[in-house]
Structures are given as C-alpha cells and as structure tokens.
C-alpha cells in the first residue's frame, strides 16, 4: 500500500472517528480512575490505558510515516500534541505516574478530526486583531485591581483587620469583585464599604463586557469579509464556466 491510499485511510471518515472514540473513551478512563471507590478495577484502568497507548502509538507512527515533512510535522502544535498523548503512558513507574495527567492532551486531538480547526483558526485571527485593545484592557484591569484594593482596606481595615488589613489582602476582594464571581468570603460591613463595593461591582460588569464586544465584532467582520470573498469567488466561477460554455458552442 502506498503512502497516498494509507494517507486517505487515515484521514478518512471511519479512522477519524475511531480515533475520536479512543479519545474520549481515554477521558472517561481518566475520570473513572481519579474514584477511589474503584479500586477494585485498578487493572481493568492500567489494562485500558496500555490498550490506549499502543492504539495512539501505531497511529503517530503511521502519522509520521505518511508526512513527506516528517521533521515538521514532529514539531508542528498537533504533532506534539499526538507525541504527549502517548508519552505519559511510558512513565507508569512510582516515580513518574504524576506524569499521567497529561494524556488528557489527547482530548485536543479531536480538533484535527473535525471543522473545529477552522473556528479555532477564526478565533486566533479575531485575537491576533484585537491583541492591542487586550493588552490595555489588562492593564487598566490591574490598575482597577489595585484602586479597589485600595479603596475597600481604606474602608474596611479597622472593623475586618484580618481580612482587610493589608492593600495585598484586599486583592483577593478586589479581583472576586471586580470578576463578579462573588464568592462571599470576604464582604464589606461598613455603609462606606458597601457602597464602595456596588460602585465595583457595576465597573466589573462592563470590564467583563468590553472583551466579549471586541471579539464578537471582530468574528462577526471576518464572517461578513469571508462571504463576500466567497460570493466574489463564485460569480468569477460562473463567468469563467459561461467564457467556456461559448467557446465550445463555437
């Protein structure tokens, strides 16, 4: 069998979501092997997951074997994606069996089987064009931090000394606040306070907000700009096929 027909097998329909399977078929092991309770199959896991290992292991190599750039496919994102997805499985001694956390990257793999290349393609394209107006929101995200901080341990600091008592511990109020995730650990009691925190609180809600804008307009252009690219596409399609059609009637 040649490269071209063992390419096509590969790549193709049945093997991609074989692969898809084991991949998520190795996710679930995962997860069911982090239970105490069952204990009881640790071998059926450690059997399951050298089973993973050679099945991953015959695909990179064949992988490999069919690339014409074998060194760049090796150290391309996806191909040491495949290399980490079988690496862990190798260190099952005392030692290194921390290391086996990673064959979760195998979970990544599936992006290659799929169309989900292309929205991940669009969304580095949409983050590379908003790369500036990211940098200064985070920036201004720190300043915010720290003029939060400062503001709740100015007001909080003599009734909450241990939770307030230093500006660094006021951080950790400030970026829960700041976040609107609110764990409630840590809340102001004074009037002062609380009145600062709502005046956060609602900064927090458009500091979340503005990311979220920027990227939806930025994807949304790319989607306007690659259908009119596609619709320009497909009329000089179609008057390149009618220029054909009149030369064959003649």
């Keep these: 069998m ?56 015959i695909e990179y190599i064949l992988r490999v074997y069919i690339e014409p750039r074998k060194r760049d496919f090796i150290f391309s994102f996806y191909g040491i994606i495949d290399l980490l997805a079988i690496l862990p499985s190798l260190f099952l001694l005392p030692g290194f069996r921390i290391l086996r956390i990673l064959r979760f990257l195998r979970i990544f793999r599936i992006f290659k089987a799929t169309r989900f290349i292309l929205a991940v393609d669009r969304l580095t394209e949409a983050l590379n064009e908003i790369r500036r107006e990211l940098l200064a929101l985070v920036i201004l995200s720190l300043m915010l931090v720290y003029l939060a901080a400062c503001g709740i341990h100015y007001f909080e600091r003599v009734e909450q000394p241990e939770e307030f008592g230093s500006i660094l511990d006021s951080m950790w109020w400030a970026i829960v606040t700041l976040t609107t995730v609110g764990y409630g ?3 102001p009691i004074t009037p002062g306070g609380k009145i600062f925190t709502a005046l956060v609180t609602l900064v927090g809600v458009g500091l979340i907000a503005i990311p979220s804008g920027l990227l939806a307009s930025v994807l949304t252009e790319a989607r306007v700009e690659r259908k009119k690219e596609k619709n320009e596409e497909d009329v000089e399609n179609e008057s390149t096929e009618g220029v054909d059609n009149r030369h064959e009637n003649k």
């Design 185 to 187: 650990d840590v809340y």
């Design 2 to 57: 040649n490269k071209e027909k063992l390419r096509a097998i590969i790549e193709g329909n049945i093997v991609s979501g074989i692969i898809q399977f084991l991949i998520l078929g190795s996710a679930v092991v995962f997860v069911l092997e982090s239970d105490s309770t069952t204990d009881s199959h640790a071998l059926h896991y450690v059997v399951l997951d050298w089973v993973f290992f050679v099945l991953f292991s």
